[in-house]
């Protein structure tokens, strides 16, 4: 099993980017997926979930409005669509897989991809 994330960078106040988790191992079809993301000296935060058809989806209240959490099933592939960055947004950013048959333990993450907003 294993998570890739890719598409962070460096980005200006107000911009925009679009990271994206490759998934191979398992078949992503099967299990809820989540961003989550931790900046330096921070705990760890819960960013946004998907459920495995991608018809429902949840998000931490700093980032509702701004970011959408979407899958592509047939490429294995996850995104986080992110717009309106501030500096607050500035973390490393890792795609996780939801435990089978759980609802609040993640078994398998991503390294990390780092996005940083800043002038």
């Known amino acids: 099993v294993q998570l890739v994330e890719s598409g962070g960078g460096l980005v200006q106040p107000g911009g925009s980017l679009r990271l994206s988790c490759a998934a191979s191992?398992?078949?992503?079809?099967?299990?809820?997926m989540s961003w989550f993301r931790q900046a330096p000296g921070k705990e760890r935060e819960l960013v946004a979930g998907?459920?495995?058809?991608?018809?429902?989806?949840n998000y931490a209240d700093s980032v509702k409005g701004r970011f959408t959490i979407s899958r592509d099933n047939a490429k294995n592939m996850m995104y986080l669509q992110m717009n309106s960055l501030n500096p607050e947004d500035t973390a490393v950013y890792s795609c996780?897989?939801?435990?089978?048959?759980?609802?609040?333990?993640?078994?398998?993450w991503g390294q990390g991809t780092q996005v940083t907003v800043t002038t």
């Open positions: 996780a897989r939801q435990k089978y048959g759980s609802s609040s333990t993640y078994d398998y």
């Open positions: 191992g398992f078949t992503i079809s099967y299990y809820y």
């Open positions: 998907i459920t495995r058809t991608g018809g429902n989806t």
